[in-house]
């Protein structure tokens, strides 16, 4: 059951689709100001492969599959007017044309049709000596091809990531979520392991097919890290939530779930709660929040964690032992050989 980025809670909260049509609007009129993806090739060509973080690498094998030809590049650091719609002006969001409400407006459109927008003004600097724009933030320049080709990739691919992947990412979701609640709310382990299961079915739906089984995930199968729960307590606690969960889950019939069957002291658990808790293991609050419940923005933190970088999400990774040399390389080797992520639109 994919979850698209416009559907999520923390979207329909923010009201971010009442921007979409001046954004579509702004983007058609200002054609002139796209990048190309040869002049975005020459961007980054002198320090391509200088940089060798994670993060890096993924970018790397991105510039060598051609998942650039993905993206709508544009460069309005020049503009003055004060028209620019702030959907657009937003660099941690990930608009995906093909799959915003109202795109199809632009799909007539070669430069835009099924591309994902990225408005990369803010990564370059004008050199007056050269007459030309030079990449001044290398490291945000990455982070938004990265993170838009893992949501692109993630709406296209039935089967997004290799199990081995899937496995990593919803473990280090579930034990870095449900150690934080355990810690906040004093539960003992039982308790941890019952949260754990819950936030397993929970994003278990949104990194299946949406043709799968929605109260038993199937990766829901391979949860093995609930130290009190035997595979059948797994299953019946599945079964148990099945009237709420074969529709799916939406973040708040989770944080309902969690309220109701896990413990008293958790009677009152609501996604305000959950989101004031959880939401900041992140580089910032709107990138964080996504991630609670939109698995390109979980795997693209895990990403940014697992390179070094000192947000929130690494100290939790290493106090539920996830930064382990074996089980970090695996899901680093394996990012770069997916070729679910390497995939280049029609």
């Known amino acids: 059951m994919k ?3 416009f559907d999520t809670s923390f979207s329909k909260y923010a009201g971010f689709s009442t921007g979409i049509s001046s954004m579509l609007k702004y983007v058609v009129a200002n054609q002139s ?8 090739i020459e961007l980054i060509t002198p320090i ?3 940089l060798k973080t994670p993060l890096a690498n993924v970018f790397d094998q991105m510039v060598k599959s051609g998942t650039l030809d993905n993206f709508a590049a544009i460069n309005i650091s020049g503009k003055t007017d004060t028209s620019i719609p702030e959907l657009l002006t937003m660099s941690n969001l990930t608009i995906d044309l093909k799959h915003t409400p109202g795109g199809q407006a632009v799909r007539t459109i070669p430069k835009l049709r099924d591309k994902v927008l990225v408005n990369i003004s803010n ?8 007459s030309m724009y030079e990449l001044s933030s290398v490291d945000n320049f990455m982070n938004y091809f990265v993170r838009g080709q893992l949501t692109a990739t993630y709406h296209d691919a039935d089967m997004w990531l290799s199990p081995s992947l899937l496995v990593y990412a919803l473990k280090s979701y579930t034990m870095t979520l449900s150690t934080k609640i355990a810690k906040q709310f004093a539960l003992n382990l039982a308790e941890q392991d019952r949260i754990c299961a ?3 079915i929970f994003m278990g739906q949104r990194l299946s097919p949406d043709s799968s089984d929605l109260v038993h995930p199937p990766i829901y199968s391979r949860v093995n890290w609930c130290p009190t729960m035997s595979d059948r307590d797994l299953y019946e606690l599945a079964e148990g939530v099945s009237e709420i969960t074969y529709k799916g889950l939406t973040l708040e019939e989770l944080c309902s779930l969690l309220s109701n069957h896990v413990s008293s002291k958790m009677n009152h658990f609501t ?3 959950f989101v ?3 939401g900041h293991l992140g580089p910032e609050a709107l990138t964080s929040q996504l991630a609670l419940e939109f698995p390109p923005y979980w795997v693209y933190i895990l990403l940014l964690a697992l390179g070094g970088n000192k947000i929130p999400l690494v100290y939790q990774l290493a106090n539920n032992k996830m930064l382990i040399n074996e089980g970090k390389s695996k899901f680093l080797k394996g990012l770069l050989e997916d070729p679910t992520i390497y995939e280049v639109r029609g």
């Open 3 to 5: 979850c698209k980025f």
């Open 33 to 40: 100001s796209m990048v190309s993806t040869q002049d975005l």
């Open 48 to 50: 391509r492969t200088i």
């Open 123 to 130: 990564t370059l600097s004008y050199n007056h000596n050269s």
């Open 198 to 200: 819950i936030l397993a």
């Open 271 to 273: 996604r305000e709660v």
């Open 276 to 278: 004031g808790l959880c």
